[in-house]
């Protein structure tokens, strides 16, 4: 019997390329700002933050948490 490997999107995700290199801790220091600019104006554009988050999916949870609390926020 096979073991599972990883799945599809978490191999994508390790080999994402994630330069120009931005850490965790940047990441959470400048996500509000860049989840609201993104929202804002979909051609907003921080190829930092978009490299790190489509490598790491903990940061990338938490901008799409961000992003469904905004969305659903009154007026």
Not at 34 to 63: F, I, K, N, Q, W
Request: proline letters at 8%.
């Amino acid at each position: 019997m096979t073991e599972p490997g990883p799945s599809a999107e978490t191999i994508s995700s390790l080999l994402a390329d994630t330069s120009p290199y931005l850490s965790c801790d940047d990441c959470f220091a400048q996500i509000d700002e860049y989840v609201e600019r993104s929202m804002a104006d979909p051609r907003y554009d921080d190829p930092a933050m978009t490299a790190h988050l489509a490598g790491c999916g903990a940061c990338a949870e938490e901008a799409a948490t961000l992003r469904e609390l905004i969305s659903q926020a009154p007026g």
